[in-house]
């Protein structure tokens, strides 16, 4: 993706959430936008219009994270009421709630074909959920963690977590096999790259890296932005060829990954939606 086409202004604000909005994203399409704040609620857009087209209801407290199917029709939330929720789009109905986590739920995400939930808490469990399954009893607990879970996603076979213990792990449900790379900074963010081969990493030292997958080693780190107290997402454009990241000073940054120098800066991070993600 050229310089050209990253985003330089706000082209649509979307404010019916009070509070706080923990998360927001687009399906793989970008066909709609989800988000969930600090008010309980999940609210779905249209990306085009503006318009909120539905509210989902059912968190007793802030909703931390969002995943969604990649045939579009279901998505996952979880917070501060220690619950999963598994919800169907179009009606609105929750599908399933999950209950077993002892803490609030910082992180969810879905496999590639929808029929596996991966949660993540502050409780330092990850639990697996079986969403073809009647029952609310996690088909599997990994318990390797010594903090709080903050960020996960399931890659192919594999669960890539990210832990305040400053560790980066990566669990093989396959063969049962367990990779710990270690950052000794909070990780905040984890994000594999489209290609599979490297991992892209957040910690509260004000420095994102780039992780290869295979022996662990660090490819690149970018730095510029502020990120010592808070939990802010990083992540790889479609076309990997740039890291985007929030700040703590309101605005985003955009790096060049191979040439590892911040190409856009300066965006007001509030309400703005980052094209470049669709």
């Known amino acids: 993706m050229s310089i050209k086409n990253l985003p330089t202004q706000c082209i649509r604000t979307f404010d019916s959430h009070e509070g706080p909005v923990h998360?927001?994203?687009?399906?793989?399409?970008?066909?709609?936008?989800?988000?969930?704040?600090?008010?309980?609620?999940?609210?779905?857009?249209?990306?085009?219009?503006?318009l909120r087209i539905k509210t989902y209801t059912g968190h007793g407290k802030e909703v931390l994270d969002i995943s969604v199917?990649?045939?579009?029709?279901?998505?996952?939330?979880?917070?501060?009421?220690r619950q999963v929720?598994?919800?169907?789009?179009?009606?609105?109905?929750?599908?399933?709630?999950?209950e077993g986590h002892n803490q609030r739920v910082n992180t969810v995400d879905f496999n590639m074909e929808g029929t596996v939930i991966a949660s993540g808490s502050y409780?330092?469990?990850?639990?697996?959920?079986d969403c073809r399954s009647q029952?609310?009893?996690?088909?599997?607990?990994?318990?390797?963690?010594?903090?709080?879970?903050?960020?996960?996603?399931?890659?192919q076979y594999e669960i890539v977590s990210g832990c305040t213990d400053g560790n980066i792990r990566t669990h093989d449900i396959r063969m049962g096999t367990l990779l710990t790379d270690?950052?000794?900074?909070?990780?905040?963010?984890?994000?594999?790259?489209?290609?599979?081969n490297c991992i892209l990493t957040s910690s509260l030292d004000?420095?994102?890296?780039l992780m290869d997958r295979e022996n662990g080693g660090m490819l690149n780190s970018f730095k510029g932005h502020n990120n010592s107290s808070y939990k802010i997402h990083s992540c790889l454009s479609r076309d990997d060829a740039h890291v985007i990241s929030g700040s703590e000073n309101g605005a985003i940054y955009i790096w060049d990954l191979l040439e590892v120098k911040i190409v856009l800066k300066g965006?007001?991070?509030?309400?703005?939606?980052i094209q470049v993600l669709i």
């Not at 199917?69 to 009421?81: A, K, N």
């Not at 270690?182 to 599979?196: M, R």
Request: hydrophobic residues 40%.
């Open 182 to 196: 270690l950052i000794s900074y909070p990780v905040t963010s984890v994000t594999v790259s489209n290609d599979f």
């Open 69 to 81: 199917t990649m045939d579009h029709s279901r998505f996952v939330s979880c917070g501060g009421d």
């Open 206 to 209: 004000s420095v994102i890296r």
């Open 267 to 273: 965006l007001q991070i509030l309400l703005v939606i």
């Open 23 to 50: 998360i927001a994203l687009y399906n793989s399409s970008g066909e709609y936008l989800l988000s969930g704040g600090q008010d309980k609620k999940v609210c779905l857009w249209n990306p085009e219009t503006g």
């Open 135 to 155: 029952s609310r009893i996690p088909i599997q607990i990994l318990e390797d963690a010594k903090d709080s879970i903050t960020s996960l996603q399931i890659s």
């Open 123 to 129: 409780d330092t469990t990850i639990r697996l959920w």
């Open 85 to 98: 929720y598994y919800w169907d789009v179009a009606t609105g109905r929750t599908i399933r709630r999950f």
